[in-house]
């Protein structure tokens, strides 16, 4: 038989003096009877929902679930209930040369919705770190921070978040000799999506409409978000749009993509919205309400994708109308 993660963890802490550190805040709060700093309300989900293009009817009697976190957030002034181990781990870890951070993923269960009018209570706790590992980014450790909210100490959600914390690759001295050039990201093509895939492929970008209650909606789904119905047509946009919202993407650098670049939330005449880039116009002159046109772009020999071409008055740039964007990850503007 093999040896078991404790076994594992305590072979590790051996050729590690760090983890051995480390692992001792395992189990310990980084927040205590943390209170939310508004009860779960209305304007909240209806902002919510207007922002992830989400109408369905169920809310806001009920907020969306994941908005779990929403609730906990303490702002720029933090939360009352907050202990200073979270804050000890981290100092620990930048004392050890990991300056580094980066938000890997998070993890959500849901026991109860939260309406209106519910008053979050949380507890968090350090749930877990990692052995140190290896990465393409660098050399560090993964802490897991777990959130229990409650409603009148009922468990509503549990919240996981996973970060590493890390020491940056050192760069490779010299010139490497020029290989082939990176691919953009293939989509990911499925029996619910083949279909849009497949217009894409004609020069056509098609919209599912339900045939029960008539509603479009975009990206393809095997069901009715409003009605339910499984039955739905397709139908060509007509590849008029405007710019609802966007980013201009700076940090971190992709394979095969050139920042910055602006990625836009279009707005189609249809009433739907679909993310892609905005072209025809630099980053720093997309504007919200920028009347686009669909236009389809020949990646490669095996890829085309749907981009927006601007059509309309670009404006002022950033400089004409506030600071720059120099040193942000990302910037954007919405409505």
């Given at each position: 038989?093999?040896?078991?993660?404790?076994?594992?963890?305590?072979?590790?802490?051996?050729?590690?003096?760090?983890?051995?550190?480390?692992?001792?805040?395992?189990?310990?709060?980084?927040?205590?009877?943390?209170?939310?700093?508004?009860?779960?309300?209305?304007?909240?989900?209806?902002?919510?929902?207007?922002?992830?293009?989400?109408?369905?009817?169920?809310?806001?009697?009920?907020?969306?679930?994941?908005?779990?976190?929403?609730?906990?957030?303490?702002?720029?002034?933090?939360?009352?209930?907050?202990?200073?181990?979270?804050?000890?781990?981290?100092?620990?870890?930048?004392?050890?040369?990991?300056?580094?951070?980066?938000?890997?993923?998070?993890?959500?269960?849901?026991?109860?919705?939260?309406?209106?009018?519910?008053?979050?209570?949380?507890?968090?706790?350090?749930?877990?770190?990692?052995?140190?590992?290896?990465?393409?980014?660098?050399?560090?450790?993964?802490?897991?921070?777990?959130?229990?909210?409650?409603?009148?100490?009922?468990?509503?959600?549990?919240?996981?978040?996973?970060?590493?914390?890390?020491?940056?690759?050192?760069?490779?001295?010299?010139?490497?000799?020029?290989?082939?050039?990176?691919?953009?990201?293939?989509?990911?093509?499925?029996?619910?999506?083949?279909?849009?895939?497949?217009?894409?492929?004609?020069?056509?970008?098609?919209?599912?409409?339900?045939?029960?209650?008539?509603?479009?909606?975009?990206?393809?789904?095997?069901?009715?978000?409003?009605?339910?119905?499984?039955?739905?047509?397709?139908?060509?946009?007509?590849?008029?749009?405007?710019?609802?919202?966007?980013?201009?993407?700076?940090?971190?650098?992709?394979p095969a993509f050139d920042p910055p670049y602006a990625v836009g939330l279009i707005e189609l005449a249809e009433g739907v919205r679909m993310i892609s880039n905005v072209?025809?116009?630099?980053?720093?002159?997309?504007?919200?309400?920028?009347?686009?046109?669909?236009?389809?772009?020949?990646?490669?020999?095996?890829?085309?994708?749907?981009?927006?071409?601007?059509?309309?008055?670009?404006?002022?740039?950033?400089?004409?109308?506030?600071?720059?964007?120099?040193?942000?990850?990302?910037?954007?503007?919405?409505?």
């Amino acid at each position: 038989m093999g040896a078991g993660p404790a076994a594992g963890a305590a072979a590790a802490a051996e050729e590690d003096p760090l983890y051995e550190r480390l692992r001792a805040y395992e189990g310990q709060a980084a927040a205590n009877s943390g209170v939310g700093k508004d009860p779960v309300n209305e304007p909240m989900i209806r902002h919510w929902c207007e922002a992830m293009g989400d109408a369905s009817p169920a809310y806001p009697a009920v907020a969306p679930a994941t908005m779990l976190q929403v609730w906990t957030m303490g702002g720029l002034s933090g939360n009352a209930g907050r202990t200073g181990v979270y804050d000890e781990l981290f100092a620990l870890l930048e004392e050890a040369g990991y300056t580094s951070i980066v938000a890997t993923d998070c993890e959500q269960e849901y026991f109860r919705p939260l309406r209106p009018g519910d008053r979050v209570t949380f507890d968090a706790t350090i749930e877990s770190v990692s052995p140190r590992k290896t990465t393409k980014l660098g050399t560090g450790y993964f802490v897991t921070t777990r959130m229990d909210v409650r409603v009148d100490g009922e468990t509503a959600g549990t919240h996981r978040f996973r970060i590493l914390k890390y020491t940056p690759a050192a760069k490779r001295p010299g010139k490497s000799a020029p290989g082939p050039a990176p691919q953009r990201p293939r989509p990911v093509v499925n029996r619910d999506n083949a279909g849009f895939w497949a217009g894409v492929a004609e020069g056509k970008l098609l919209i599912q409409r339900c045939d029960a209650c008539r509603t479009p909606r975009f990206p393809w789904l095997p069901g009715c978000g409003g009605c339910g119905s499984a039955d739905w047509t397709a139908f060509e946009a007509s590849g008029a749009g405007t710019v609802y919202s966007y980013v201009v993407m700076h940090h971190p650098p992709f394979p095969a993509f050139d920042p910055p670049y602006a990625v836009g939330l279009i707005e189609l005449a249809e009433g739907v919205r679909m993310i892609s880039n905005v072209t025809g116009v630099p980053y720093d002159k997309v504007r919200v309400g920028m009347p686009v046109e669909l236009e389809f772009l020949r990646v490669d020999a095996e890829l085309t994708l749907p981009v927006f071409r601007a059509t309309g008055d670009t404006g002022p740039g950033p400089s004409e109308t506030g600071p720059s964007e120099t040193g942000a990850a990302t910037s954007g503007k919405g409505r």
